[in-house]
């Protein structure tokens, strides 16, 4: 599977073993307080939990460069929920923000939840991180909830906002 935004001028592709140096870069590079509520990753962290993590990973590329990443993966091991995909993960590097690149693996996860079947992607961002907000409502993804106040980051409580993509509609 190889999917192009011809806006951003990139591909995207399945992840392989062979990315984890550069995603390690780029989630490194793109960490901050506003868009995570994980610490930040001590400089040897490896990027793929295992081999399921790089299977559920989407990288953009520009040529032989990574510059972006999506991680979307069944929402919990529960047979009730399997229709349900999470995304559980975006990032573009620095140096390629603003070309569309999220949008294109945006768009790259939706194609991968409806050959999995899903029915249903969720996600969840921080209630400060307005520009993955901006970008998930952009694309179709609805607000469905706030657990106001459920991180405390850098001296704040931050809302954590519950956002969803129904892949049923227009269907």
């Not at 990574?66 to 919990?76: A, P």
Request: aromatic residues 6%; glycine residues 10%.
């Amino acid at each position: 599977m190889s999917l192009t935004s011809e806006e951003a001028g990139v591909r995207v592709r399945p992840a392989i073993e062979a990315d984890e140096e550069p995603l390690a870069e780029i989630d490194r590079l793109t960490w901050s307080p506003t868009a995570t509520p994980v610490p930040r990753w001590a400089p040897d962290k490896v990027f793929f939990r295992d081999a399921g993590h790089v299977r559920n990973t989407l990288v953009a590329h520009d040529g032989d460069l990574v510059i972006g990443f999506v991680v979307l993966e069944g929402s919990t091991l529960c047979a009730s929920n399997a229709h349900v995909q999470i995304l559980n993960g975006l990032a573009v590097h620095p140096d390629h923000q603003g070309r569309r690149v999220g949008r294109a693996l945006m768009a790259a996860a939706e194609a991968m939840a409806r050959r999995r079947g899903a029915r249903r992607i969720t996600l969840r961002v921080l209630g400060g991180n307005a520009p993955a907000r901006a970008l998930y409502l952009s694309c179709g993804y609805r607000i469905e909830g706030v657990l106001e106040g459920e991180f405390l980051l850098a001296g704040r409580y931050v809302d954590d906002v519950l956002m969803a993509l129904d892949l049923t509609r227009g269907s």
